[in-house]
């Protein structure tokens, strides 16, 4: 059974950083993509970030371009999501998710990732 286990969340001051990781376990990977997910309260679920196995080629929402930045480690089965500059905008619950296989492109699909995150609150005061 795949686990994706989030963790790193939350409270923090506008301006400040937050470090999430995702660890999967439960079966062997070797092409699959990672995201971030995050969904706010009274809001549908957005993409935040996507990354290929190869870890190139990333892809990043608008709203968070140039201040967050997704990485792997594939020996370990982690993703990450390192934010900076957080504004209280990007208040949410954050899920990773995982695709099954190998996936180019495309990373802000939700539907194209089978396996998610139970989610971690990050809170940005103002």
């Known amino acids: 059974q795949v686990q994706l286990v989030e963790s790193g969340g939350g409270l923090v001051q506008a301006g400040g950083s937050l470090r999430l990781s995702c660890a999967a376990s439960?079966?062997?990977?070797?092409?699959?993509?990672m995201g971030w997910f995050r969904q706010a309260p009274g809001k549908e679920r957005e993409v935040v970030a996507g990354?290929?196995?190869?870890?190139?080629?990333?892809y990043y929402a608008g709203s968070v371009k140039g201040r967050f930045t997704i990485s792997r480690d594939n020996a370990k089965n982690t993703v990450y999501l390192q934010m900076n500059s957080l504004k209280p905008e990007d208040t949410a619950v954050y899920y990773c998710?995982?695709?099954?296989?190998?996936?180019?492109?495309?990373?802000?699909?939700?539907?194209?990732?089978?396996?998610w995150g139970q989610g971690t609150q990050v809170t940005v005061s103002s």
């Open positions: 990354i290929p196995w190869s870890g190139g080629s990333t």
């Open positions: 998710a995982s695709t099954a296989d190998y996936l180019s492109g495309s990373y802000y699909i939700a539907y194209l990732y089978v396996y």
């Open positions: 439960g079966r062997t990977f070797n092409s699959n993509a």
